[in-house]
């Protein structure tokens, strides 16, 4: 069997202690040259065990300070099968930032297949915990489907939804697309959520259809390291033979 690298069985000694509460967090490690010292290892050894740790998520460099181990953060679980089709922030309270209407660009044009300069409505709202902001949600409509009636977002009820608007509107919302992905957050998102521009976002793109026109399209924002999306799958039960269902 070959032989465990040096620096995996260094990280290893100060993992364990962490992991089971002997070293809590905000607990500053030995610096490099004295976890050197103590395990006998070299400087370069004991840098690039903490550098593993810090990779791992349970220890930050501070710079001029040196190592600590860090805060687990909360964990926020975000339903993406809630029956309303709603933005499903679970226990996230939600902040409504506001509606205003704008020039529809890409790749928004793309995504609701509109032409570049079409109006849309733009709805912002974050999702909060105890006042500090978890996610952001933004969604876009054509103008076109509700402008001059009172379903647009402008003028409808605030305890009206998302689907029960749009149906009144004659537009019947009839199935849903999402992509899951990760990118940078940009400028405009970080001042929102209170966070760090170009830092990596997990980000929800769902898209409303009526038929084959999209009629809705949002972003769900979040940190990575706070918000797991949970999905349910109800699957087909098989079908017992004699069944005529079968046929």
């Not at 996230?92 to 995504?111: D, H, I, K, N, Y």
Request: include cysteine.
């Amino acid at each position: 069997m070959a032989r465990q690298p040096r620096y995996l069985w260094l990280a290893e000694q100060l993992r364990a202690p962490i992991l089971n509460g002997e070293l809590p967090p905000g607990t500053r490690l030995p610096s490099r040259t004295r976890l050197a010292r103590s395990y006998r290892v070299s400087e370069q050894i004991s840098r690039t065990a903490l550098r593993l740790l810090v990779t791992e998520g349970l220890v930050e460099s501070r710079p001029g300070s040196g190592y600590f181990v860090r805060t687990v953060p909360e964990i926020f679980r975000i339903c993406r099968t809630d029956a309303s089709s709603g933005s499903g922030l679970g226990r996230l309270s939600r902040e409504a930032v506001g509606t205003e209407q704008e020039r529809c660009s890409p790749p928004l044009s793309t995504r609701l297949r509109l032409r570049e300069g079409d109006p849309v409505y733009r709805t912002t709202s974050r999702g909060l915990s105890s006042r500090t902001p978890i996610t952001l949600h933004r969604s876009w409509e054509p103008a076109a489907l509700t402008a001059g009636t009172l379903r647009a977002p402008f003028d409808s009820a605030p305890d009206s939804g998302l689907l029960e608007r749009l149906r009144s509107a004659g537009h019947p919302v009839d199935h849903v697309v999402e992509e899951v992905g990760v990118r940078a957050l940009h400028d405009s998102e970080a001042s929102l959520l209170g966070s760090t521009p170009g830092i990596p976002a997990l980000v929800v793109e769902r898209t409303h259809y009526s038929g084959n026109r999209p009629v809705e399209t949002s972003d769900l924002i979040g940190s990575v390291e706070q918000c797991r999306l949970l999905y349910k799958l109800t699957l087909a039960r098989p079908r017992r033979a004699g069944d005529p269902r079968r046929h």
